[in-house]
């Protein structure tokens, strides 16, 4: 009888200790933060970091950085990260290069690139002779609110241009300091869908771009345009820089898209060889940087009984930078001119990799 006792008394005790170990995992969870023997990797922020370099370092794709700052809500500017902050990166999202080694995690092989990963890695393109990606912009559904406006300069111009030196005024509440960086921007009027006629938002595009020197008092800061894209003047809005990269990794298409040209950049109706044009699918719906699109036109036979002809290619698109519902890419081939409602369908990989197959690669790769 003693015997039995003393079991049932350690099983009691074994299930108290798993049930302090769900809770204690429950809440962790709750709150956001992996529990301590949860294998997680991080990235030790230096200086100038940003959640989309991080993003675009490790996986290739800086328009992940939503889902990054999703899971670190401790980080307070996306835009500039402060230099010792643990960040915890994505664990569902495949990488193109190695993962930081786990923190305190038990001796281990280091992770290593495949050679698969090494050839893949050598292909990334540089669209820098294409379009001045920075410049290009996407589409929001809503108004894009600004943080702020240029409100005079140091010279008498109407047209600013880099270089000169001017003064902007930021409304409260954001946490600016010397050095932060800023694009004046301009927005289209609401643009409708081609072919469906719904709405589907304003086209932001980027005029210039300004670096924060000193706190001038009262909302008011000193600053230089350090970039031009397209001419920009007083009274310009702008809200924080968020840098693409000209180095694109090309990828498939992981499932059968289709999508519609909606918008083009600038006042071009007539789309051609390197136009940058606005697509109605973004990462939710499956689209990537770096995936390639097929310009088509549709074609029926003239009979009684309805028949598909083989499509008509016009050109391709490559994709440069995909938000949550819509993307941005540009013409890298075109066979005649199209225009907005034009029907994309996903190309062929081993297609994709012939119509880039001439492009410059990134310096060092």
Known sequence: MVFQSEDKKLRNRCWFILLLMAVSLFFVTLNGNAPAW??????????????????????????LWPKLWQINPFVTNPHL??????????????????????????????????????????????VSGLTEVNANGYISYRKVKPWGRILATDRKKVILAAGDKITITLGSGHAVKPGDQF???QTSSLIRHPVTRRRVGYALSFLARIVVKED??????????????????????????????????????????TAHIVAVKGIDQIIGHMSVVYLDRGYDDGVRRGNIFEVVKRRMARTPIKTRLPDVVLGR??????????????VIFMVEEFSKGAFLKSLDWEEAQQAISDMPLCRGE
């Open 317 to 330: 698109v490559l994709v440069l930078q995909a938000r949550s519902k819509t993307s941005t890419g540009v």
């Open 38 to 63: 949860a294998e997680t990797y991080t990235h030790i922020a230096k200086k100038g970091d940003t959640l989309w370099g991080i993003c675009e370092k490790y996986y290739g794709d800086p328009e």
């Open 81 to 126: 990260l402060k230099p010792g902050d643990a960040i915890r990166l994505l664990e569902d999202i495949p990488v193109e290069k190695p993962l930081p080694v786990r923190k305190k995690a038990a001796p281990s092989p280091k992770r290593v690139v495949s050679k698969d990963d090494q050839e893949t890695l050598r292909t990334r393109i540089d």
């Open 183 to 185: 694009a004046a921007f």
């Open 216 to 257: 001038a008092g009262k909302g008011l800061w000193s600053a230089e345009i350090i970039e031009n894209f397209r001419p920009v003047s007083i009274d310009a809005p702008i809200i924080p820089y968020e840098p693409v990269s000209p180095c694109i990794q090309p990828r498939p298409v992981d499932v059968n898209l």
